[in-house]
């Protein structure tokens, strides 16, 4: 089955991901992290914003600001390196597509200027992968939260895991996705998160152990995106 770009519709749900051009670092550190959560938090909303104007927020004052009106409901994230996914449902015409451009122009513009290079910085366009049904939205959940797996048993799409366990443990300590909020982790990341959409995810979900065969598969069909 191939992964091309679709069409948006309202109130659909699509797995988006993208990565550094020439696989190239995207997150360097945590303050590169933060920036790109607080952007996942601020570009929520149908009115412009400018990040430079909370400079002076720390992290968790930023995620606590309020919002106008959201354009997307997002379900599950992950961060890694050189790359990341986003679980988007549009909530409103050309929302998603707003969404990620605000997301990606406002991260690049702060990652070129630290980093003092120009140009840009992640693979375009992003690609997305219409969900179809409830039943595999749910899977997806947890493939997109096992991505870094691959940092603490690199056999996992293989089949090698010494400790189904200990992973787990360690995907739950993992700071840059949203596992941690579905097990209801006091953090301030949880406001990037649809409230309602997380609610009826949560029902049903299976157990990342079930799903990590499918996942591997799933995550090597993706890779033919680039």
């Given amino acids: 089955m191939g992964y091309r770009r679709v069409p948006f519709a309202v109130d659909e749900w699509y797995h988006l991901f993208t990565r550094g051009i020439d696989k190239r670092i995207t997150f360097d550190d945590d303050d590169d992290t933060a920036r790109f959560i607080e952007l996942l938090y601020l570009a929520n909303d149908t009115r412009p914003i400018e990040r430079s104007n909370f400079d002076h927020l720390s992290h968790r004052a930023i995620l606590e600001l309020p919002r106008h009106a959201n354009i997307v409901s997002i379900g599950a994230y992950c961060l890694m390196g ?19 451009q605000k997301v990606g122009t406002g991260y690049t513009m702060y990652f070129n200027e630290k980093n003092d290079r120009i140009g840009s ?20 959940v947890q493939y997109i939260h096992l991505n870094p797996a691959e940092i603490f048993e690199q056999g996992w799409k293989h089949g090698n895991v010494k400790n189904l366990g200990q992973l787990k443990n360690k995907l739950l300590s993992y700071q840059t996705s949203s596992l941690p909020d579905y097990f209801g982790a006091p953090r301030p990341e949880q406001a990037i998160l649809d409230i309602e959409s997380i609610a009826l995810l949560k029902d049903g979900l299976p157990p990342l152990s079930s799903v990590l065969r499918d996942a591997a598969a799933y995550y090597e069909e993706l890779e033919k995106e680039f």
């Fill in 82 to 100: 050189n790359h990341y996914h986003i679980l988007l449902q549009e909530k409103i015409e050309n929302g998603i597509s707003k969404f990620m």
């Fill in 121 to 140: 910085l992640f693979v375009g366009p992003f690609r997305s992968k219409h969900i179809g049904t409830d039943a595999y939205l749910r899977k997806v």
